[in-house]
Every structure is written in C-alpha cells, then in structure tokens.
C-alpha cells in the first residue's frame, strides 16, 4: 500500500488493459440445503454488500496462487480444491472500469468455520438458493455455479 | 497503431495488471479426423510459428466480442457459435511478460474456407492430434480442448 500513497499510478502499458480478478464460489451441501461462502465487503465499491472472497491477480502470480491467497486473506480457509467455472468480463460489471474476473468453485462437505479478515468486514455461509443482496454481477455468477453443482451431481 | 508512436506507454494504472488475451480453438470434424483451424504468427513473439487465432482484448470491449472480432481479423470467419474451455494464466507462458488468456471453442462442420489477415500471416486447417510445433503454451491448451471435445461427444 506504500507505493500507493507515493506513486499512485506507478504501472504503466502501451495498451490499455482490463482489470484482472479471481472470485471463489465455495458450496456447502447438506441434505437438500446448499449453502455459500460470502464475505461482507469492507472496502467501496459496494461496501457493506455481500460478495464472493476474491480479489485482484497479482503480477506474476499464477490464477490457482491468487485464488488461494485470496481465499485465505478473506475467511482463513486453505486447502480447498477448487476448479474454474468460468470468465466474466462484461464492461460495467465494476464501477471502477473493466474488470475481468475468473471464478473458481468448490463444494466442501462441511460447514467449515470462517473467519474475516483482510478486505472482508464479516465472512459467513449463507443459503444460495435464497442469498443476501450480492455486490457486482456475483448473482448471475451464483446462479451459473449453482448450475454447475446440479449437472454435476446428475453425472 | 498511432497511439503507440505518439505515446509508448500511455495507460496507467495504481496496481500492475496482467495483460488480457483470448485464444480460440476452432475444430472440423470428419470421421475420425480433427482438424484445428492455426494461424501463422506475422510478428513476435514465436514470428513463423502456429497458433490460435486470438489477440488482446480491448478497453471495455467484452469477452465474446474480443472473440468474434479476433477470429474474424485473422480468419475472415464470422458468427462461429463459442464456448469458453479455460483461462490460463501461468507466469511465463507468454515472453512478453505476465498475460492471461481466455480460450473459447468451438466445432464446425466443414472445413470452412479461411482467410489470413491482420497479425496472421497464414491460416489452414491442420491435424488437431498432429499439429505443427505451436506458439505459447498452445500445446498444452489444444490437449485439454481436444479432451473438452471428446467429453462431450460422450454425453
């Protein structure tokens, strides 16, 4: 954060380039409840909202890196398999500009404890089928991974 | 092209961002035979080499339209139905520094005639189980769409 406050826009290209961030959907299964992984943001924009842990790639860091820092900056879990979903990058889905981010999903057999730190305000599991309000286009990307979760339990 | 002469690294950013890219693995199906739709790369890095059609994407423009936009630039080929494989994003898998690519694919049913154009210096259709050597981490990539396309051809 140092070279925030000294440098503000120290990173320079000759295109313009989008954001890059990781999302983690993270499910709970028990019985016909499905639950996920949310974290109340701390920080603008939608702050107070509820979100997905996740957060900006890092140079040089490998997708699978960022997802697991992300994840244990956020509720502390480590170790979690996880696998992409998808990309989604629609302009707008951010207000601080074009942001790309891509999700990756996971089911835990357990309702792990969580706990908040970093970014998040409050980290807890909440129903997915009836969640709390959700920050940028993480609704949409619920749905999808919950789809995700039906066809793969059908195979 | 003019902004890069007037002003090598005009875009600016607090935080240093990957570089963005989507790739496209297009496949022709005939009996037992896949072919990959490859471009011969016109510039560096890997110059002479093959690879999938694809390139940056541009500020505020979407995934689906960086894919319909490159794949047309360098084929000529136009409302080809995509889905997205994979983003890979390993550090060091491109020379010119840290760069993400989403990689979207897709089946034609005939060997539909290309074009070459824009950063292409070729395009043809090729062995997909006995490509030429490929650019990048492009190899590693066609392994997991050739194994994408032969799930789904179980389903």
Not at 12 to 23: G, K, N, S
Request: aromatic share 8%; proline share 6%; with cysteine.
């Amino acid at each position: 954060m140092t070279s925030k406050s000294r440098n503000p826009k120290a990173y320079c290209y000759e295109h313009p380039r989008p954001a890059l961030t990781v999302d983690i959907v993270l499910f709970h299964r028990s019985g016909s409840r499905i639950d996920v992984l949310l974290i109340k943001r701390a920080n603008e924009p939608f702050k107070g909202l509820w979100a997905f842990p996740g957060g900006f790639v890092d140079q040089d860091e490998s997708l699978e890196a960022a997802v697991a820092r992300e994840l244990e900056e956020e509720t502390g879990l480590k170790g979690i398999r996880l696998e992409q979903i998808g990309a989604f990058g629609d302009p707008g889905r951010d207000p601080r500009g074009h942001t790309v981010s891509i999700v990756f999903g996971g089911v835990v057999d357990r309702s792990i404890q969580v706990r908040a730190a970093d970014d998040a305000a409050d980290a807890a599991w909440h129903s997915a089928t009836r969640p709390p309000k959700l920050a940028f286009d993480h609704k949409k990307i619920l749905k999808l991974a919950l789809k995700r979760l039906a066809d793969s339990a059908k195979q």
